[in-house]
């Protein structure tokens, strides 16, 4: 039997290893987020486990600095705080490996552009498949043509369009300035910044708006998207915007299963957007599995092809 020396330091010690996990788990929440399957429901597991253990042990070590004598009640809480507490820390250390995002990289990883005209489109449309693609080995830049100022408030927008690019594993996000629901009035400014990004980054995969939308600066990208990559040996896929109409019809999917939460985090980002319907996650997840069902998988992202270009 452990000695009361020995005992008061090991609940010591399991208190503050809980306390730590709970901790890092609360600082790192974001990160948690992105290498994570069900990220949220694993967040309050590991908190909840943590903080319970924690005041367990709290609870016996003010029983022993108080001095009171030790009853059936305190056995079994030293049964709970050192027995117990170690098979709980090793149970969400093996949850947290089991919930940890795997892919196999790609067999050849190329360059992707990502383009938007709002600061929110990339993560609403694509968010699930660049950090697929991401984690895969393929580098990323993202283009975002408007602050979004018509649709919330500019002097936000911008730099929630930086976070979720970091959040996805953008390497690098450009957002310009060009006049929010008036990009058809700028056709030859949104086609120069299109270009210009091409051939900075030569993708060999482009993603950008479908010609099937009801917004006028999504048509608008997706006319100045073909004219700039009218040269260019890349393929152009065409992502799913809330306001695409019935006519969106998606022949390129892809399955997005392990990152519906990464999907719902990035898009998370953009607070100024939070009340806008289409930010739910619930409908973000029904989205997915829609298109799932029609690819077959339980959770897709799907595109129309403007272009596609074999690199066999």
Same mark, same amino acid.
């Given at each position: 039997m452990d000695s009361p020396g020995v005992s008061f330091i090991g609940h010591i010690i399991t208190t503050m290893a809980f306390l730590g996990m709970a901790v890092y788990t609360f600082i790192r929440r974001r990160e948690l987020s992105r290498t994570t399957r069900r990220s949220t429901a694993l967040f309050f597991i590991i908190m909840g486990v943590s903080l319970f253990f924690a005041v367990i042990n709290l609870f016996r070590i003010s029983y022993e600095i108080i001095g009171l004598p030790d009853t059936v009640f305190t056995a079994e809480l030293d049964l709970v705080g050192h027995y117990s507490s170690v098979l709980a820390q090793a149970a969400l250390i093996l949850v947290l490996f089991a919930s940890k995002i795997v892919i196999e990289p790609a067999t050849r990883p190329g360059g992707i552009l990502a383009i938007g005209a709002h600061p929110d489109d990339i993560e609403i449309a694509a968010g699930a498949a660049l950090a697929k693609m991401r984690d895969e080995g393929y580098h990323i830049r993202g283009l975002v043509l408007t602050q979004g100022e018509e +649709? +919330?408030? *500019? #002097?936000?927008?911008?730099? #929630? *369009?930086?976070?979720?690019a970091e959040?996805? +594993?953008l390497d690098e996000v450009e957002v310009l300035s060009l006049c929010d629901t008036r990009l058809? #009035?700028?056709? !030859?400014?949104v086609t120069k910044a299109i270009e210009t990004m091409i051939m900075k980054v030569n993708p060999d995969i482009i993603f950008t708006h479908s010609?099937?939308?009801l917004h006028q600066d999504h048509q608008a990208v997706y006319e100045a998207t073909l004219r700039a990559a009218r040269s260019a040996r890349t393929t152009i896929l065409c992502y799913e915007s809330p306001s695409v109409t019935q006519d969106f019809h998606p022949t390129y999917f892809i399955d997005v299963d392990k990152? !519906?939460? !990464?999907?719902? *985090? *990035?898009?998370r980002e953009h607070w100024d957007q939070r009340s806008k319907s289409y930010m739910k996650p619930e409908l973000v997840r029904g989205k997915l599995a829609f298109r799932g069902g029609q690819a077959k998988v339980d959770y897709a992202e799907g595109f129309e092809i403007a272009r596609m270009v074999s690199r066999v």
């Open positions: +649709g +919330g408030n *500019a #002097e936000y927008r911008p730099g #929630e *369009a930086r976070r979720g959040f996805l +594993g058809s #009035e700028q056709m !030859v400014d010609n099937h939308d990152y !519906v939460d !990464v999907k719902i *985090a *990035a898009i």
